[in-house]
């Protein structure tokens, strides 16, 4: 079975430009969270989708979003880039049960450097 | 927030057990304790998780106090490629895909 693929995983920026990131999760697989990871903070939960809808978010500014499409697929958006947005941001898919989330299954990431 | 304390770095000889302690005292009872791991600049890998009970696959043991205000990870037989750091967290299963990641261990298996 594929695992969590996350494109691009390397992407420079210029400030104030935006970025899409895309990750595809494990077939089966209807949730999907994000994360920020820097040296400063550490891993950081960024926001979860299930069947399109977001669930969760974290303590995030309104520049970062995201989207979930039918597939599961799932984007992330960052607007106006800062130089503190560059990160390794890293996606996470679950498979769903009744009980909830067991484990997490983590893609490579994508390295944002902002410039 | 995290709600575990881990020991900032460890270090273990190669071959031998590594044992990675874990302190979660505000537990409460529908939490379950998991265990991460990230090798630099990779995603997190899921290695195990428990409710109360030990428990074991094929990457590692998990015990977990009778209390269960503290736990530790055993990789039994530690390799070069065991070097990461451990991330131990506390979460029920019901909130969603959702993990907090604490400041986590640096293990360094020494040849």
């Known amino acids: 079975k594929a695992g969590v693929t996350q494109t691009p995983r390397y992407l420079i920026k210029t400030r104030g430009q935006q970025v899409t990131l895309s990750c595809s999760p494990i077939?089966?697989?209807?949730?999907v969270s994000w994360y920020q990871q820097t040296p400063g903070q550490g891993l950081q939960f960024l926001f979860e989708y299930f069947s399109e809808t977001q669930r969760n978010k974290g303590n995030f500014p309104g520049r970062f979003s995201g989207r979930q499409f039918s597939n599961s697929r799932s984007e992330m958006n960052v607007s106006t880039l800062e130089l503190g947005d560059s990160a390794l941001y890293l996606c996470?898919?679950?498979?769903?049960?009744?009980?909830?989330?067991?484990?997490?299954?983590f893609g490579q990431g994508t390295r944002l450097t902002v410039v | 927030d995290a709600k575990t304390t881990q020991p900032p770095s460890m270090d273990c000889a190669e071959g031998r057990a590594a044992n990675l302690p874990c302190n979660h005292s505000t537990i409460s009872g529908n939490e379950y304790v998991y265990w991460y791991r990230q090798i630099h600049s990779q995603g997190p890998q899921y290695i195990i998780h428990g409710l109360k009970n030990n428990e074991t696959n094929e990457m590692a043991s998990l015990i977990i106090t009778e209390d269960r205000k503290s736990s530790t990870l055993i990789l039994p037989h530690a390799t070069l490629r065991d070097t990461a750091v451990y991330y131990c967290?506390?979460?029920?299963?019901?909130?969603?895909?959702?993990?907090?990641f604490g400041t986590g261990t640096s293990l360094t298996v020494i040849p």
């Open positions: 077939s089966g697989h209807r949730s």
């Open positions: 996470a898919s679950s498979f769903m049960t009744g009980g909830g989330v067991t484990e997490a299954f």
């Open positions: 967290i506390v979460r029920e299963t019901n909130t969603g895909n959702q993990f907090y």
